[in-house]
């Protein structure tokens, strides 16, 4: 099956007792069992069973198998949040003493998720520009267990090298983790470039509809755990294959951790994903439009975009995002006040955080999200006073052209 | 066929592959699963190649009950 009907169908035929078509929602904590034996076999792993919606819920479990369709890998697990996923992965990896290597200009939480919240934990992150793949293979170390990229870095909107970066980790026996927040399973399936490890944050294109916060990882079944340099894992994959990170993060970390989703959400984000083909292919298509508006206008200073020409990224997202240049971009208008002026003079558009949405978002990056962060630190980060976020929604291209134009007008 | 399945003895019925055990056994979330075959684990792409023979050990595991992985 191929994308389009893979995130309709994908995973979930109509429930075999009632025929329902849409996936229940299993309001539910815990599971009963009719006999003490059964329920323990389902603890020792011999019986398959929801136990308990911490760690497994029909519900979540139907979204997973749908993401692992659409990612072409061997399983997924899904998490109450994007960061909750990244947690989840880094703290499966790593100890105290590890080291992360990451691509700067990433999404600020997940730069402060490694920076502060790692770093308490004495796990070390290094940052480096996504586009400089030699600069990261100078910052490997003895001790680094995972390199850290995402597909379209949010905000600075570069895009790195997958698989030359892919390459560098396997020499280095460790994994590559892809946040494909930006990209979906639509634009491109990181497994097919040397991917490990996906990671997504599904409150944002794949729910789309601003209505459901959470998180995926799919291991996309490249990494061989039975060869890491992760003891707990090699032991496990004697017993779990190509499942043993999986079932390391299903039985420990994200058991542990307390990362489950609400199934309610899982159903709203499975509602969502049956869209998610169509939805992306008008993004990309409405951002193109008006990444090429934008940058014909006087009043604008530059647009950042990896769909224009003029992006230093535009081949490498041609190549790797099947021609396509998702539905993010930034553009400059000279200063805060302009910046400001215009998002203040918008009417379709809304001003908040968040991205992937059907409706189209604009954001001021240095002052919101982005706050935290010194005015140095921004600039590594892609963050500059007069820039302008904006998620474009798939509304009639028409309508947001002309948003934009008048509140242009205004500034 | 006779194989054995989690330790005990089960009577299939045509089963030539593990795709088509998994299938026949009601496997219910094979997804989960992980198949041990006479002692080894299989990787996945290889469930439907793979041929039983009489006297098989397979094994399928779970890792969905949140027993604890370190003991
Ligand atoms: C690329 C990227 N990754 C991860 C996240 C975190 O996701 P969540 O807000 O679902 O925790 C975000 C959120 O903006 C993001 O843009």
């Given amino acids: ?411 | 066929m006779k194989l054995s399945i989690n330790g005990k003895e089960v009577e299939t019925n045509g089963s030539q592959t593990v795709t088509e055990l998994l299938k026949e056994q009601k496997v219910k979330w094979p997804d989960m699963v992980s198949v041990e075959l006479n002692g080894t684990i299989l990787k996945r792409e290889t469930f439907a190649s793979t041929k039983l023979t009489e006297g098989d050990k397979v094994e399928f595991l779970y890792f969905m009950g949140g027993g604890c992985v370190t003991n």
């Fill in chain 1, 1 to 411: 099956m191929k994308k389009h009907t893979l995130a309709i169908h994908g995973g979930y035929a109509p429930d075999a007792e009632t025929g329902a078509t849409a996936p229940p929602i299993y309001q539910t904590i815990s599971f009963a069992y009719q006999t003490a034996e059964e329920l323990s076999e389902v603890f020792a792993g011999t019986a398959p069973g929801h136990v308990y919606t911490r760690i497994t819920n029909p519900t979540p479990y139907a979204l997973e198998q749908r993401l692992t369709k659409l990612e072409g890998g061997v399983g997924s697990l899904v998490c109450s949040s994007g960061m909750a996923a990244i947690t989840c992965v880094v703290a499966g990896l790593l100890r105290t003493g590890d080291h992360v290597l990451s691509t700067a200009g990433i999404f600020g939480g997940t730069v402060s998720l490694f920076k502060n919240t790692f770093g308490r934990f004495g796990v070390e992150t290094t940052f480096v520009d996504a586009a400089d793949t030699e600069e990261l293979a100078n910052n490997l170390r003895k001790n680094t267990k995972l390199i850290f990229v995402e597909t379209i870095g949010n905000p600075r909107m570069d895009v790195p090298d997958i698989p030359a970066i892919a390459d560098l980790a396997h020499q280095a026996g460790i994994p590559l983790v892809v946040d494909s927040t930006l990209t979906t399973p639509i634009l491109i399936q990181p497994k097919n470039w040397g991917a490990d490890i996906v990671v997504h944050s599904t409150s944002k294109f794949i729910n789309g509809h601003g209505n459901s916060i959470g998180g995926a990882i799919i291991d996309t079944g490249n990494f061989s755990w039975s060869d890491g340099p992760f003891e707990d894992i090699r032991e496990l994959a004697k017993k779990a294959g190509q499942l043993a990170f999986l079932a390391q993060l299903r039985n420990l970390i994200y058991r542990d951790l307390g990362c489950c989703p609400a199934p309610f959400n899982s159903f709203l984000t499975l509602t969502g994903l049956e869209t998610l083909p169509g939805r992306m292919d008008r993004h990309c298509a409405n951002a193109q439009q008006l990444a090429e508006f934008l940058q014909k206008h006087p009043k604008v200073c530059w647009v950042n975009y990896p769909g224009l020409p003029s992006s230093p990224f535009y081949a490498r997202a041609q190549k790797l995002f099947d021609g396509r240049g998702g539905g993010l971009l930034t553009f400059g208008l000279g200063n805060r006040n302009a910046a400001f002026g215009f998002i203040n003079a918008t009417k379709l558009a809304q001003n908040m955080t968040n991205l992937g949405d059907a409706k189209t978002l604009v954001l001021h990056p240095a002052s919101t999200i982005f706050h935290e962060f010194g005015l140095d630190e921004q600039k590594s980060m892609g963050v500059s006073e007069d820039m302008v976020r904006v998620s474009v929604g798939i509304e009639d291209f028409d309508d947001i052209r002309d948003d934009f134009a008048q509140a242009l007008a205004q500034t």
